[in-house]
């Protein structure tokens, strides 16, 4: 029960490790606010959390500034405080074509979501948790933000960016004991890699899935989470400023074709 009497948003709580997520810190005592695009999804995730959890959920878009700062406030009313932020919410833009190659809108659009979406929810967050002395954010990069080869090129910048942020709001809130980290999930089976399960599914591929990471397999959202609450609970207390890979060993070698039997 690390997070009993505590706060908790997670955003693109609707599926994946945003689920996985909400339904962890429920579990371990979190009253949580749920955030997603998707508001029927986010009603029957709320309705099969434990009921002490008291969750509640809104819809919106994370890149409208606007809805966010209404969305903070709106929890705290609630809720009477908030000591996690998970900034979540992500998409791909499943676009992999070249720098060349790559529209305007699809950078706009990815990162408006990506890492405008994470500005905006840590800083009216941050503001709550700076007055309360005390908090802790998680942001979810990926390893596509930290080598080459796990995302398109707007996708992997946008995952770096969050990366850097999650530093330098570290350095900005460390003297209010506000605490910011991030998790960098490898192959992890969710509803923005499905288009990828499905393919190597149809091609009977399956089995190569994850097969490049050092423990030969893909990873499970719940996986992520559990790595999600530590970072977000009491037992991270001396962590801050860390980007932590949850890949399976995926960024500790150069992982390059042919190099593993």
């Not at 490898?186 to 393919?199: D, S």
């Amino acid at each position: 029960m690390r997070f009993e009497n505590k706060v908790a948003i997670v955003t693109g709580a609707a599926s994946g490790i945003g689920r996985a997520t909400a339904e962890r810190l429920a579990a371990e005592g979190a009253r949580v606010a749920l955030v997603d695009r998707n508001e029927a999804a986010l009603a029957e995730v709320a309705a099969s959390l434990p009921a002490q959890s008291g969750a509640w959920f809104r819809a919106l878009d994370i890149a409208n500034e606007a809805a966010v700062e209404k969305c903070v406030d709106d929890v705290v009313a609630h809720f009477g405080r908030l000591d996690v932020l998970c900034n979540n919410a992500g998409i791909s833009g499943g676009d992999y074509s070249p720098i060349t190659d790559t529209r305007t809108e699809v950078w706009q659009q990815i990162l408006s979501v990506n890492i405008m979406g994470a500005v905006h929810f840590t800083k009216y967050a941050a503001r709550v948790m700076r007055d309360q002395r005390g908090g802790a954010i998680v942001n979810t990069a990926s390893v596509a933000g930290v080598r080459s080869g796990a995302g398109g090129n707007a996708y992997s910048a946008s995952k770096a960016a969050v990366i850097n942020l999650t530093q330098t709001c570290a350095c900005d809130l460390g003297e209010w004991n506000v605490r910011v980290n991030a998790v960098c999930p490898g192959l992890i089976e969710t509803g923005m890699t499905a288009p990828v399960f499905e393919r190597a599914r149809a091609a009977g591929k399956e089995d190569k899935l994850g097969s490049r990471c050092e423990l030969r397999r893909y990873g499970r959202p719940q996986e992520v989470a559990a790595v999600i609450a530590f970072l977000a609970s009491d037992d991270a207390s001396y962590v801050t400023g860390q980007a932590l890979p949850v890949d399976g060993g995926n960024t500790a070698s150069l992982n390059l074709p042919g190099m593993k039997v």
